[in-house]
């Protein structure tokens, strides 16, 4: 499941009063347009928040949903794009693949999934849950038992929270990439002691002014997936990479040129031992260009990449 579309749903839930379906990617084959894991809302009037299909089945999953929720008991639902009939007279995709929705109504287990994702979210913290396909059982779940074997009729999915990044600073590259990090629902938080690199900052969840050598010591810092160094002041990334040598924090990135990096990390001295393995810099991917936008396009690129690997 995508950050953006988790954040979605699970900003959307409590959002008006008709009553909601919870619908769950639980398997694909093949090609599909949304993996397991997936998650939307629908409810009968046509609200939806995520995202399911590129289209091509919406109209079968909208109709599933409310006969999900005027039954009011857990439906499953199953769509096969593979066949040539498909092709011409069903969902004309021709992706030729498979995909299985398991769907909830909002009093029928519904309401507690939703809590415990909001919970792991809010926590940062992955959940692992087992989901129960049989017919008389469809749409239990409960918490995963590594001792446990999955049994035939069920699924087991690893569900991560929304990727979070620190930003140690806010140059030009970073108002383009706070909007490219909106846009995918990652959870963004800054650091900035310059007033007038603040106002850059509108789109970040959370602004800690100061210095990051002052400010970085949060008591969340190690739920950060990826922190990046990108003040463009040297002193102010020497600063901040002593901390982060300290943190719990597994991936740190670092703007500017490898000659920077390497001054960087002689001056460090033996505290740059701890930053091996985890510090990448020039941070983003070379995918050529130059300019704020292109450069919040590379370091979105490779976050991306990072995050996927989780």
Do not use: K
Not at 51 to 64: H, K, N, R, V
């Amino acid at each position: 499941m995508t950050a953006a579309h988790r954040r979605a749903v699970l900003d959307s839930w409590h959002n008006g009063d008709a009553p909601r379906c919870l619908a769950l990617v639980v398997r694909a084959r093949g090609s599909s347009y949304r993996r397991a894991g997936a998650l939307a809302v629908l409810d009968a009037q046509g609200f939806r928040a995520g995202t399911l299909s590129g289209g091509c089945l919406d109209a079968e999953i909208e109709t599933a949903a409310r006969d999900c929720l005027a039954s009011a008991r857990p439906q499953l639902l199953q769509l096969d794009t593979r066949s040539q009939e498909d092709l011409l007279f069903g969902s004309q995709s021709g992706c030729r693949g498979e995909i299985d929705i398991l769907l909830w109504p909002e009093h029928a287990g519904a309401a507690s999934l939703q809590r415990e994702l909001a919970q792991a979210d809010r926590l940062h913290r992955c959940l692992t849950l087992d989901f129960d396909l049989h017919a008389d059982r469809l749409g239990l779940w409960a918490f995963s038992d590594a001792a446990v074997t999955t049994p035939s009729d069920g699924v087991r999915l690893r569900l991560l929270p929304t990727p979070r990044l620190l930003l140690c600073g806010a140059g030009p590259e970073a108002p383009p990439l706070l909007r490219l990090a909106a846009g995918m629902g990652w959870w963004v938080e800054a650091i900035e002691h310059r007033g007038r690199f603040l106002t850059a900052l509108q789109q970040a969840d959370a602004v800690h002014p100061g210095r990051p050598s002052d400010a970085l010591p949060l008591p969340h810092l190690d739920r950060f997936d990826a922190v990046i160094c990108m003040s463009h002041l040297y002193a102010e990334d020497l600063a901040a990479l002593r901390v982060l040598a300290d943190s719990g924090v597994g991936w740190i990135g670092l703007l500017g040129p490898r000659a920077r990096r390497d001054a960087l990390l002689a001056e460090l001295g033996s505290v740059a031992e701890a930053l091996h393995g985890r510090l990448e810099g020039p941070v983003g991917e070379a995918l050529g260009g130059d300019g704020p936008e292109a450069l919040a396009l590379s370091i979105g690129a490779r976050l991306q990449r990072l995050f996927q690997q989780r």
